[in-house]
T-cell receptor
Framework: EAQVTQNPRYLITVTGKKLTVTCSQNMNHEYMSWYRQDPGLGLRQIYYSMNVEVTDKGDVPEGYKVSRKEKRNFPLILESPSPNQTSLYFC??????????????FGDGTRLSIL | EDKVVQSPLSLVVHEGDTVTLNCSYEVTNFRSLLWYKQEKKAPTFLFMLTSSGIEKKSGRLSSILDKKELSSILNITATQTGDSAIYLCAVEAWAGAQKLVFGQGTRLTINP
């Protein structure tokens, strides 16, 4: 089944304790992206990647890191989490077809609480 | 700054009613406008619009883009309780790479 898989789905942790949220897709998509969703603000893009070893900042990259060593994986790293990073996070991927990026497939989300 | 604004932010109607959700945008290098439905989990894709004036339709849902007015509407006819969800509008802009800018979403509640 074609899917984007995020882990963990839920995490409660404390300020300053490094954490990684994994994202994996099995559709051989070139493009992958991370978003955070906060009430009243919609989804905001954190980082995106057009292909392996190519990453770039979205609208809200502060406090986050990413890497794209393999096409299928795009982990989100919070080196020193703070309470303002408490949010619902989504990973998404899309193929590149006919010169255009196609609609994104989303993972089921990771709810992070930073105390 | 790229911006997408949806209205209303919240809407409560009765089953069987018809609803119209709005999305307006200001982005550089517009490529497409997308509508997603979000229930409890991940947003799921509904429509992608690239050309002005051409209606996309799927069952009771339809959507149209107006590039002159920089806006789009999503119509749902004969609403059902299963249509209750957050509807997200996103605009794809091109800045050397695909950038997707989302609106705040419209929370639609359908009462039986």
């Amino acid at each position: 089944e074609a899917q984007v898989t995020q882990n963990p789905r839920y995490l409660i942790t404390v300020t300053g304790k490094k954490l990684t949220v994994t994202c994996s897709q099995n559709m051989n998509h070139e493009y992958m992206s991370w978003y955070r969703q906060d009430p009243g603000l919609g989804l905001r893009q954190i980082y995106y990647s057009m292909n392996v070893e190519v990453t770039d900042k979205g609208d809200v990259p502060e406090g986050y890191k990413v890497s794209r060593k393999e096409k299928r994986n795009f982990p989100l790293i919070l080196e020193s989490p703070s309470p303002n990073q408490t949010s619902l996070y989504f990973c998404a991927s899309s193929p590149f077809s006919d010169g255009f990026y196609q609609p994104q497939h989303f993972g089921d989300g990771t709810r992070l609480s930073i105390l | 700054e790229d911006k997408v604004v949806q209205s209303p932010l919240s809407l409560v109607v009765h089953e069987g009613d018809t609803v119209t959700l709005n999305c307006s945008y200001e982005v550089t290098n517009f490529r497409s406008l997308l509508w997603y439905k979000q229930e409890k989990k991940a947003p799921t894709f509904l429509f992608m619009l690239t050309s002005s004036g051409i209606e996309k339709k799927s069952g009771r849902l339809s959507s149209i883009l107006d590039k002159k007015e920089l806006s789009s509407i999503l119509n749902i006819t004969a609403t059902q309780t299963g249509d209750s969800a957050i509807y997200l509008c996103a605009v794809e802009a091109w800045a050397g790479a695909q950038k997707l800018v989302f609106g705040q979403g419209t929370r639609l509640t359908i009462n039986p």
